[in-house]
DNA sequence: TCACAATATGCCGCTTGCGGAATATGCCTC
DNA sequence: GAGGCATATTCCGCAAGCGGCATATTGTGA
């Protein structure tokens, strides 16, 4: 999505750009920002993607929420999240820097999301209400 | 300076980003590069628009350098803080989103910028080699 | 109401960041 | 080479981040 499709204002304060750093200055971050890319996505498949123990993706996530980098939907027994609807300029800014960027994990990460994606959608083994 | 003008590849690692975010998520931080982005200067002129303590804006500058985010060089008795010749993309951006911050404190620091400048063109008060 | 599934929270230990006081380093001048 | 200036470094104490274990919360379905 290019940057100017974003109605967010330009400015903001310097204390609203420290909260957004703080939330992308760690890896398992931008790997979960990475994958929501892609569509909005509940924990477990971020989960299940990344490889990593529930407690610490559902804390990461809740720090991204705390700062706004994503915003979080209750269905039923699952957690939907997914990138704020109209992101600050900043924040695409970096959302794009983060899709140009090459790395291994990342595209571990991506493949995986797309054969999860591919599996669901042949037999769906979850009840996860992306997948209905 | 518009973004296409910078060389440096779009694509980096994660850890490259992490490493960039860690350096940008301070505020005083902020407060440094915005200051540099109107070109080199030296520690003490650094701290006296920041009034803050020398040692806490000598400490933020190594950070930032250690993370490429700045270089130095010294002359004489001073070291000269400047942007990277060919920041990355991703610094790029971020230099151009605080560019666009609209934050009283960054645009004080602004205007006692232009009024040390202004001062030094006038009388030389600073031995600073920037203002020969 | 009970068991269960998905997710979040509290606590702990470890590491890192931050600010300040004191001190060290490097360079210049006399 | 002694003294002074600009800057960096070393400690220290404190706060915050991070990961893991255990446990709590919230919703669902029988």
New interface residues.
């Given amino acids: 999505m290019p940057l100017a499709e974003y109605a967010s204002p330009?400015?903001?304060?310097?204390?609203d750009?420290?909260r957004l750093?703080?939330g992308?200055?760690?890896?398992t971050r931008?790997?979960l920002l990475a994958l929501l890319q892609s569509g909005p996505l509940c924990v477990c498949h971020l989960q299940e993607v990344l490889d990593e123990p529930q407690v610490k993706v559902s804390k990461h996530l809740g720090y991204l929420r705390e700062r706004g980098l994503v915003e979080s939907t209750r269905e039923g027994n699952w957690i939907i999240y997914r990138l704020p609807a109209t992101p600050t300029?900043?924040l695409a800014?970096?959302l794009?820097?983060?899709r140009?960027?090459?790395?291994p994990?990342?595209h571990r990460d991506a493949q995986r999301l797309q054969k999860l994606r591919t599996r669901l959608a042949k037999a769906k083994h979850c009840a996860c209400p992306l997948h209905d």
Same sequence: chains 1, 2.
């Fill in positions: 330009r400015t903001v304060s310097a204390m750009l420290v750093y703080e992308l200055c760690d890896r931008l790997r300029f900043a800014a970096n794009a820097c983060l140009d960027c090459t790395d994990t990342l």
